[in-house]
């Protein structure tokens, strides 16, 4: 199932979607209900789409190097991607943030190593400097142009802004409540 079928069956009800460090998946009043946080869902729309090798090959890497928790990635994985690229098989990474296509999976890792993880939708703007996407995520804090309503959280589509200021990336949620931020970001594809 691809986000944007998810997206629409969640706005008609069809499937319940809530913010959830569970990351599970009950039955509710005979609906799906998604209960993720942002790798969580990342992990699992990767995993229903037939990218079981990456899920793998992210478990082997995370066991080789002593750092295992679940046959998932955190947001701070992806720096131990970025130094064993050379070794994986089943990722494509990029090094530069312009090089990010649709579909991409972008990840932004905050200074005290927290992070956020999104799913690129199209790419809105960009000029030498600045990108502006559109992302699905899992989230609790809405992003500009949000597909979320009112106190709603989980899965849906927003549009965040990243901006290079020299050899910083600056990472901005379009959430009022968010600071723009300095982050370190990394960007990778999950391939068959």
């Known amino acids: 199932m691809k986000y944007d079928e998810i997206i629409n069956k969640i706005k008609c009800g069809e499937i319940y979607s809530q913010y959830s460090h569970s990351n599970k998946i009950d039955r509710v009043n005979g609906h799906d209900f998604l209960q993720f946080d942002c790798s969580g869902f990342v992990a699992w729309y990767i995993g229903i789409n037939g990218y079981l090798r990456a899920l793998a090959e992210v478990r082997n890497q995370l066991k080789d190097t002593d750092f295992i928790k679940v046959n998932r990635f955190y947001c701070q994985d ?18 530069d943030i312009f090089d990010i296509k649709l579909g991409d999976i972008l990840v932004v890792v905050y200074d005290d190593a927290n992070g956020h993880m999104m799913i690129v939708d199209s790419i809105l703007g960009r000029n030498e400097n600045t990108l502006e ?11 500009k142009n949000d597909t979320r309503s009112g106190e709603q959280t989980g899965i849906g589509c927003g ?17 009022p409540d968010r600071t723009p931020a300095t982050v370190n970001i990394y960007i990778a594809r999950a391939i068959k």
Do not use: C, P
Not at 83 to 93: D, T
Not at 135 to 141: A, K
């Open 133 to 143: 996407l559109r992302i699905v995520d899992s989230t609790r804090l809405h992003h």
């Open 78 to 95: 992806f720096e131990r991607f970025y130094q064993n690229s050379g070794n994986l098989k089943y990722w494509e990474i990029h090094k």
């Open 159 to 175: 549009d965040i802004k990243i901006t290079k200021s020299g050899n910083n990336i600056v990472y901005d949620s379009q959430n």
